[in-house]
């Protein structure tokens, strides 16, 4: 036990030692992608698979067979520091508490009991009627973890959370699956993110969220404050949450007023601190030279294709290239396919 305090002790005045020198664009983390995840049931699996060919290319049922554990596992087990949660408006509650798929499958419940999901806010989910075992049913939920993590953890490295505004769904696509009752995605309006902003403000201390404003400081733009003055130091970043708009930015940029969130933006934007770029393979030099200035996001793996053939090729590229967040479903292995995992 003494020696397990000891290195807990050691490892938290490190980082905070080496932050003394390194830049939070220095830092290299690993994340998880789609990270409140369950595995689909079995039977869900099956059924999809039957009409693959009518789901039409790239959306094989196989790409979803894959699941999280719970955040503070990821992040206590895995060392996880990046996160991504896809959220669907629900600005009156109950939109999505039916999980409409299950009406074809025997012994699968349509309706979800937890009355969560009939209460208004956000809701966390991959896809709205088809994939949607959730550890956390709504955004609140996900935040009071990450909450409850970040106050037992004061020290630790910044949390990347990707944040993806659900804008489709199988009821969107599809007069037929509409007429089933497969709900269409709400869309989000000038209102939405106000609310989406109050409930990161309801769950989390304004002072433990680094934001745009904390970054551009008195220079007119990000871009101004990181040429000038770089990046801030790691160790003035411990702590924090850094929330990241993977979407809808413009909507977001015309509507909203604390400006909570940063955006993946494209580097000629005067505005930008990260950059997506999710296809590392052949295009790693060029990351690399965007890692000179952005926090540039990138992928290991995708539709559980790499885990199924043990292929490490995109990771090694994503490593190659320098990208400081690299996103995987697979920091712990998937064994019925194979031993394909990711870790530094």
């Known amino acids: 036990m003494k020696f397990v305090v000891t290195l807990c002790l050691w490892s938290s005045i490190s980082l905070y030692s080496y932050g003394q020198t390194l830049r939070l664009n220095d830092s290299k983390v690993l994340a998880s992608h789609n990270s409140y995840k369950k595995r689909p049931h079995k039977k869900v699996i099956r059924f999809l698979t039957k009409f693959k060919k009518q789901l039409g290319a790239g959306n094989d049922p196989i790409q979803l067979d894959y699941g999280h554990l719970t955040l ?52 966390v989910l991959h896809i709205a009627d088809v994939d949607y075992e959730t550890h956390y049913l709504t955004f609140q939920d996900a935040l009071i973890e990450l909450k409850s993590w970040s106050e037992k953890n004061p020290n630790h490295h ?45 769950i989390l201390p304004k002072q433990s969220v680094f934001t745009p404003k904390d970054l551009r400081g008195n220079y007119p733009s990000i871009r101004d404050r990181i040429v000038e003055e770089g990046w801030p130091l790691l160790s003035s970043c411990l702590g924090k949450i850094i929330f990241i708009l993977d979407g809808n930015e413009s909507l977001y940029k015309a509507t909203t007023k604390n400006f909570l969130m940063f955006h993946y933006a494209s580097p000629n934007d005067p505005e930008a601190a990260f950059v997506i770029a999710n ?19 990138t992928r290991a ?10 292929d490490y090729s995109t990771f090694n590229a994503a490593r190659k290239s320098g990208a400081q967040i690299i996103s995987t479903d697979y920091y712990t292995p998937d064994l019925r396919w194979s031993t394909y995992q990711i870790k530094f």
């Open 72 to 123: 503070p596992e990821q992040f206590d087990q895995y060392n996880i520091r990046g996160i991504e949660l896809d959220l669907y408006y629900d600005p009156i509650g109950g939109h999505y508490r039916k999980r409409k798929l299950n009406k074809f499958l025997i012994g699968l419940k349509q309706r979800v009991k937890d009355p969560k999901m009939s209460s208004s806010g956000f809701k």
């Open 158 to 202: 910044p949390i990347y959370v990707n944040i993806e505004p659900k804008s489709i769904s199988p009821g969107n696509e599809s007069k037929t699956l509409r007429r089933l009752g497969f709900k269409p995605c709400i869309p989000y309006d000038s209102l939405a993110y106000i609310r989406m902003e109050e409930e990161i403000l309801h």
């Open 279 to 297: 296809d590392a393979i052949g295009n790693e030099e060029k990351i690399q030279a965007l890692t000179q200035t952005y926090i540039v996001r």
């Open 301 to 310: 793996d995708a539709g559980t294709m790499e885990s199924r053939k043990n």
